[in-house]
């Protein structure tokens, strides 16, 4: 007890955390969360992505669904204004860029846009504020012409308000269009670039990429240390780390039968550097060109959030009807335990994903037994069962 | 919270064992509860406390331990009776900076740790110790060490001899009559992984108490967490049956309760 007078008692101050960009604070725990840009996936992780943690999803085969995920996570960060920093080894990170899904209400006020003969000067004035708001004023102007039925809802404005930018969390994205490369030029995203330096313990290409993000976030002042008036998260995201183009031997070391702690040690450091700053990473691995099963553990172990996309293309599974419904399994390994004691409990770990035309969801694994006689699937009526 | 696992432990909540060396191993995904358990109960009881945070930072600690009901943040700046080692920082700025070649004047405990040698990683805990020691003055109390997990150090390419030998030391520094200490070491466990393996089997030859934590052999399950099992180890110093204890567990944010197998509210 230091002094009597003053009471332990605190009213539990409001921390304003709501007013950067694309956040929300978690319903369990209380953290700073974003969005992956797939909602169905942040339902399930918890409500989103905690800041200051690691996602790492384990890449499917031929890994065409992990980096649809990572178009997401990278689209969601610009309909945000979050910075980005993107790295990869094959250098398709700017081809990714180039390529991502336009979210639904952009689509719309594009189309609004159109309509209306003089286009908002978009000079000084980035257009994602205008959708993201949905700001009745400029909704307005396209409904100029005077309704002829139903004029009372003459002045409401077209696109449903969303109350102010810093609420808005998760968007909606059309995979059958891309993003309009104005707003993606306009927003912050950083290249990595691995280079060969010279030998070193660790492989050299983690240190360079471990050094840049690190740059990255002292720069950009994403250091929770760092004061600046603005706040805004960066986004990391690092496609197919551990592949053989990064130097990485299945897990093995070169010389000898001993594990190669590279990557564990990369992640750990990585964690230590986030952990200090408002910013979240994305890391896609191909878990299955590790040879070493202990050594996929380990890094599991050292990231926060893992999932597993378990495609069915090339598997017997794409054939089976029980699961024609879906693309492939989605396994939960790990949940994150950052501030809290039990991570977010999921009410059941048989999920499934699913790539429509528009959109890439996450369902929950329901197996229809009773087999309508099928569209698609002719030849056997009696499907084989294999769990 | 506290009672209920008390109970398990066997433990008079007023008095914490000394010179013992506790060992938990942790085979699933959500056994941190442990560590969190122990560090309140040395807060509860006002032992001296060095933490060694090597897979999470003060910060998570913290929260967690708020939400326990003790302020792990006072207990060091205010109480000086917790030593925390950012541990998971330092080993993460040794990696930073030995990618840049910046020569540190001070030899960092992690980059030698990697090089096979553990001393300096002994003589900062021993400081903090003495540290302790000094403060504690009059309090006749023994201190605590605690290690959170352990296998970081296996998983970052520290070689398992070495974490032998780090280990070994440890102990013997601790219990050492001086400071009649006790240890309380968690890893990570997988079958699959056979240095950590070997790990534990010395460590279970070392430890008076050792805890393993499993899931649930039959899956996922949202009201029974996991298994834990005890074993007590027969000791010179402090001759006790060899018993072993086994219970289930359900976790909530701030609580975590206890029931025989098969006992689960969701059950009955």
């Avoid at chain 1, 996936?41 to 990572?70: C, F, N, P, Q, R």
């Avoid at chain 1, 990595?192 to 720069?219: D, F, R, T, W």
């Avoid at chain 1, 990391?236 to 551990?242: E, K």
């Avoid at chain 2, 013997?172 to 089997?201: C, F, M, N, Q």
Wanted: aromatic fraction near 8%; charge should be neutral; charged fraction near 20%.
């Amino acid at each position: 007890m230091s002094s009597l007078s003053t009471t332990s008692f605190r009213k539990k101050a409001r921390v304003k955390i709501g007013q950067i960009l694309g956040t929300k604070p978690s319903l369990y725990n209380n953290q700073l969360l974003i969005s992956t840009g797939i909602p169905s996936l942040d339902h399930v992780i918890g409500g989103g992505l905690a800041v200051g943690t690691v996602l790492l999803v384990e890449e499917d085969t031929y890994g065409s669904y992990a980096k649809l995920m990572l178009k997401y996570y990278v689209a969601e960060a610009v309909m945000t204004k979050q910075s980005v920093f993107l790295c990869s080894a094959d250098g398709s990170v700017r081809q990714l860029v180039k390529e991502l899904p336009a979210a639904v209400d952009e689509v719309y006020s594009q189309a609004a846009t159109k309509m209306t003969s003089s286009p908002v000067p978009s000079v000084g004035h980035p257009p994602t504020s205008k959708q993201v708001t949905g700001d009745p004023s400029s909704t307005a102007t396209s409904t100029d012409e005077k309704m002829k039925i139903a004029w009372r809802y003459q002045n409401s404005p077209k696109v449903q308000v969303v109350p102010s930018a810093g609420t808005q969390f998760g968007h909606y994205y059309d995979l059958t269009k891309t993003m309009n490369a104005d707003i993606v030029d306009r927003s912050d995203i950083t290249y990595g670039s691995p280079v060969e330096v010279g030998q070193m313990s660790m492989n050299p290409h983690y240190c360079q990429l471990l050094q840049e993000i690190k740059n990255k976030i002292e720069a950009g002042c994403f250091g929770t240390g760092q004061e600046v008036d603005k706040r805004s998260v960066l986004r990391i995201g690092i496609h197919s780390l551990g592949s053989p183009l990064w130097g990485e031997n299945g897990g093995a070391c070169s010389k000898g039968e001993n594990l190669d702690p590279s990557l564990p040690l990369f992640l750990l450091a990585l964690r230590g550097v986030l952990r200090t700053a408002f910013a979240t990473a994305m890391i896609t691995m191909p878990t299955h060109l590790f040879s070493e099963r202990v050594f996929i553990h380990r890094v599991q172990r050292l990231a926060d959030t893992v999932i597993r996309l378990d495609s069915f293309a090339g598997s017997d599974k794409e054939k089976n009807a029980v699961f024609k419904e879906y693309h492939g399994l989605l396994h939960l390994l790990q949940l994150p335990r950052l501030n809290s004691l039990v991570p977010a409990q999921p009410e059941t770990s048989d999920l499934a994903f699913k790539l429509r035309r528009k959109k890439f969801t996450i369902e929950l694994l329901f197996v229809c037994v009773c087999n309508s006689s099928g569209s698609g699937c002719a030849s056997n009526t009696t499907a084989d069962l294999s769990f | 919270m506290l009672g209920e696992i008390c109970q398990f432990f066997a433990i008079d909540s007023s008095n914490f064992p000394s010179n013992d060396h506790i060992i938990i191993g942790n085979r699933s995904c959500q056994s941190d509860f442990l560590v969190h358990f122990f560090l309140n109960l040395c807060e509860k009881q006002n032992r001296p406390v060095v933490f060694l945070g090597l897979s999470q930072s003060f910060g998570h600690y913290n929260s967690v331990g708020q939400k326990l009901g003790n302020n792990l943040g006072s207990a060091r700046d205010e109480r000086k009776s917790l030593v925390f080692l950012e541990s998971l920082f330092d080993f993460s700025e040794s990696i930073a900076s030995s990618s840049t070649f910046r020569s540190t004047t001070a030899p960092n405990p992690f980059v030698e740790l990697l090089k096979g040698d553990s001393t300096t990683l002994l003589k900062s805990i021993n400081a903090s110790l003495e540290t302790l020691a000094q403060i504690q003055t009059g309090i006749l109390s023994a201190p605590v060490v605690i290690i959170d997990d352990l296998s970081v150090l296996l998983s970052a390419g520290v070689a398992p001899e070495c974490l032998l030998l780090f280990v070994n030391s440890l102990h013997e520094l601790v219990t050492s009559p001086r400071i009649k200490g006790s240890l309380i070491i968690s890893l990570h466990l997988d079958k699959e992984d056979e240095k950590a393996e070997e790990l534990w089997a010395y460590l279970t030859h070392l430890s008076t108490v050792k805890v393993q934590v499993t899931d649930l052999a039959s899956g996922y399950c949202r009201d029974v967490h996991g298994e834990m099992h005890a074993e007590w180890r027969d000791s010179h110093d402090k001759p006790r049956k060899s018993i072993t204890r086994h219970t289930q567990f359900k976790l909530s944010d701030k609580n975590i309760s206890l029931f025989a197998p098969g006992m689960s509210a969701a059950v009955l």
